[in-house]
């Protein structure tokens, strides 16, 4: 389906980058599966107003069973389907992060505070998004700065081939290829023996070329690859290649706070490593 305006059934009025979604927007409505939507805003020892979404049985009769709306709700709005993201979310851990309850995690900010709150109807989590980007962050560097993690997801060299003698070979070709071309103009090589000379150096070029290009599998981690230190790799990437590092490397739960009161608790993010140590 070809970009272009919410479906004519919506009054979001949104322009959307793909509208393989939109056209089915009107699916995704709690009142096809036969549910009304309450919606009520509460205060609770003194924390920020937040709004409460549940969902209640309506008066009127589902168009699809509760279970199969659920599924497909769960299958249209799941981000791995998305080929064109659209726009890139600006929190790190946003869509990637679940809620202790399975659904991911999304930010939404009162009074300039932004928050990671739970995607299902009950809005049971409140998390600080700052502190658990920095948090997740913090994990990611730590975690590849491991002596242990230097060679995590690092592709397999294709037998066979050195890949870096082959690099070698190149640079030293490329200098034969400059000390021939001083020769000719230093009188000491004929324009016959320069051409033969440079046709031979270019041919070999090709053939590294090629033989590198079939040796190397991308590597996922590449920009963390022997360097000293993943913080100041991690700090340099921007937003996009973090989140896509960070979907490789671990599973983020946050759990209900158990602790009280002001401030970040960090036992309340679970963090599992994904790619084998
Ligand atoms: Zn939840």
Known sequence: MPPGRCSPGCRCGRWHATSATAGCRPLLKPAVAGLAVHTKTIRENGDEPRTVTTLHPASWPPILDRALWQAVTDKLTDPSRTTNPG?????????????????????????????????????????????????????????????????????????????????????????????????HAAGDLDDADLAEGLKEIKRRLAGITAMLAASTTPDPLAEFRDQPDAEQVWDALPLARKRAVLRLLAAITLLPATRRGKGFDPESVRVVPLAAG
Not at 117 to 127: D, N, S
Not at 142 to 149: G, I, P
Not at 153 to 166: C, E, N, Q, S, Y
């Open 87 to 183: 726009v890139e979310p600006r929190w790190l851990c946003s869509g990637i992060a679940r809620c202790h309850c399975g659904e991911l995690v999304y930010v939404r900010s009162v009074n300039k505070r932004p928050s990671y709150v739970c995607r299902g109807p009950q809005a049971h989590l409140r998390r600080s998004a700052p502190h658990v980007d920095a948090y997740a962050g913090l994990w990611v560097c730590e975690y590849l700065s491991r002596d242990d993690n230097r060679d995590l997801l690092r592709p397999p060299a294709r037998p066979g081939v050195d890949a870096g003698a082959l690099r070698i070979e190149a640079i030293q070709l490329g200098e034969r290829k400059r000390a021939q071309m001083r020769m």
